[in-house]
């Protein structure tokens, strides 16, 4: 890289012998820096064995696979038409370009410039925080302990619609309960239930009355399960030496099937409906406060901010990688899938409500049921259906295991980055350590494939995904935008590409994300409301305590991780928090040797020549 090395010019001259930088007076400085070079062989946890993607395109499929997940799909589409339609993505792309680019972009930085996980990489990025990067860890593995359920799900009905006639278009079976059982959509008929959601609540899942009632194991399901966990492991044994290859496939084969489902939904009587329903503008609804948080939910849940699976994929990069252009590839593919999904969606749900004559809201519906209920019930009356049906379960399979393995992998590594040595010691390889985490998954994913699992699902998901996950988002945030600070940051960006990052940038990582992330989370408390299954099922107060236990599993490592850190340095109270809030990363070549040790350079050299 030779960005500005044109005009470095100095009367000193760093070079390097036996690991020492010396002074050589009087020589200019007009080549730049080799900083891979300068860096010691190791700094802290970061080795120079540390593998990176085999080419820049399997970082980018794997980043964009990780963000387009099974969210997109139902949870974007649903969101989008119940908070404004179209007006809905004003505040949505607000958010996405103050918030969700700017916040990728920095974790990207991140873990790129430190080639670490997201526990030691944010340990040294501020030290008093460093509890934050271990929370990230822990609640990616919370989430995806459950988040493999839904694939042995999709992997269910996958298997179930090869046959001659779908078991969920009938009503004479024995799951059924025939007296409230209907063809089709029922309408306002409240005591009546579509076969399809029977099949999924009475076939699938043979759900319990509530929580309290457990019931036995699924063992269909179980089977399953094992079978999804074995599929996640293929993927990322080898570590990013595998998952590189695997998402050439399972990062494109999903926007290759909503094109196709695109195309053959808008052919379809009614679809026209359902997709100006999907859009409609509701301008009304954007002086509602509780859209403007929907809008930032969806921005941080969607690309993967606060879960330390950015950080950890950006670590496996060449120093020099241009995450510039990256962070533009992922988040603007992400919220382009996020549309597309909703007119594939929409439209087929328009020509559910042509064909049973009822409206559009009758049929829509929120969560897994959108693609396990409503979605099979359509491939019942499209034409080809053996087709369109394994097909699109598949697809589901594809866009969830992007997002599973990437979650796995931030286990992986940062238990490598922390304790690898030892713990290869005791189980030589790192493929069996992958292998361990999957077991561990795999057992804590147990209780959700119980008969009353679904609601054990439900609560996790609402106290994971929604409530732990806005605390990690803010104190992230805070950490590097307001401690390690704006100045910290932009010598981070210029080693890597050469130049400062933009005002665009700088703006919004010193003022809009961190008052925006402020602001949801004050929000989020505010208008708190408990876990709900479905729209009359609510959870007993034991339930509700299980719950925020849940989160705090993730959320206590924050303070905890200060303690320690006040607790472990000297001094006064005042120094032990100022030493704590100091990074311990290295912004210039020479920040790592003893003070004696340490040459004086120029800031002008520091900012223009690409260390």
Not at 71 to 86: D, K, T
Not at 149 to 166: G, H, I, K, P, Q
Not at 365 to 385: C, H, I, K, R
Request: aromatic share 14%; with cysteine.
């Amino acid at each position: 890289m030779g960005v500005g090395s044109e005009n470095a010019a100095s009367t000193t001259k760093l070079s390097i012998r036996h690991g020492v930088y010396k002074e050589e007076t009087n020589i200019a400085l007009k080549a730049p820096l080799n900083v891979e070079g300068m860096l010691p062989k190791k700094v802290g946890h970061m080795t120079a064995e540390r593998a990176t993607w085999g080419r820049r395109l399997e970082f980018v499929l794997a980043s964009v696979g990780y963000a387009v997940g099974l969210g997109n799909v139902w949870r974007f589409p649903y969101l989008c038409y119940r908070s404004g339609g179209g007006a809905f993505l004003i505040p949505y792309f607000l958010m996405l370009f103050l918030c969700g680019i700017p916040l990728l972009f920095m974790e990207f930085a991140i873990g790129q410039y430190t080639r670490l996980g997201p526990v030691h990489a944010l340990a040294k990025i501020c030290p008093l925080f460093k509890g934050v990067g271990i929370a990230t860890v822990v609640i990616s593995f919370v989430l995806c302990t459950y988040y493999n359920v839904l694939m042995s799900w999709a992997l269910y009905y996958f298997f179930n619609s090869f046959r001659a006639t779908f078991p969920w278009q009938s009503c004479n079976n024995t799951w059924n309960a025939v007296g409230n059982c209907s063809i089709g959509f029922p309408g306002n008929t409240t005591h009546l239930h579509s076969a399809s959601q029977q099949y999924f609540d009475h076939r699938l899942l043979e759900i319990t009355n509530g929580i309290e009632e457990a019931g036995g194991l699924r063992w269909e399901l179980f089977g399953i399960l094992i079978l999804a966990w074995v599929i996640v492991y293929l993927c990322i044994f080898k570590g990013v030496k595998s998952t590189g290859k695997v998402v050439y496939f399972t990062a494109t084969f999903p926007y290759f099937m909503l094109f196709v489902l695109l195309i053959n939904n808008v052919q379809l009587p009614g679809a026209k409906n359902g997709m100006l329903y999907f859009l409609k503008p509701k301008w009304s609804k954007l002086l509602d406060v509780q859209v403007w948080v929907n809008a930032a939910a969806q921005v941080f849940n969607s690309i993967g901010i606060g879960f330390g699976t950015m950080i950890s994929m950006a670590s496996y990069n060449k120093f020099n990688n241009n995450i510039l252009r990256d962070t533009l590839i992922v988040s603007l593919a992400n919220s382009a899938t996020s549309i597309l999904a909703g007119f594939v969606i929409f439209s087929a749900i328009g020509y559910m409500a042509h064909v049973h004559n009822l409206p559009v809201d009758n049929i829509a519906t929120d969560g897994p049921g959108l693609v396990f209920v409503v979605y099979p019930e359509v491939f019942s009356t499209m034409p080809l259906p053996q087709l369109w049906a394994p097909l699109f379960f598949f697809m589901l399979l594809c866009l969830g295991l992007d997002s599973q393995f990437a979650m796995v992998e931030v286990a992986v590594t940062s238990i490598m980055d922390g304790c690898g040595p030892k713990v290869l010691r005791v189980l030589k390889r790192q493929e069996i350590i992958a292998l361990a985490v999957c077991v561990i998954g795999f057992l804590l994913g147990i209780p959700h494939i119980t008969k009353g699992g679904m609601y054990v699902f439900q609560l996790m998901d609402h106290y994971t995904a929604v409530v732990s996950l806005t605390f990690l988002a803010f104190f992230e945030v805070l950490a590097v935008c307001w401690v390690f600070g704006l100045r910290r940051m932009t010598i981070v960006i210029k080693r890597m590409l050469g130049k400062a990052p933009n005002i665009y940038f700088r703006s919004c990582w010193m003022f809009f994300s961190p008052v925006l992330v402020l602001c949801i989370l004050i929000s989020s408390i505010v208008q708190y409301t408990p876990a709900r299954y479905g729209k009359s099922y609510t959870y007993p107060v034991w339930a509700e305590v299980v719950g925020w236990g849940i989160s705090l599993v993730s959320i206590i490592w924050i303070p905890l991780g200060a303690l320690h850190e006040i607790c472990t340095n000297k001094g006064t109270l005042m120094q032990r928090i100022k030493t704590a809030m100091t990074p311990t990363i290295e912004l210039d070549p020479v920040n790592h040797l003893p003070e004696k040790q340490r040459v004086d350079i120029p800031e002008s050299v520091v900012f223009i020549t690409p260390l």
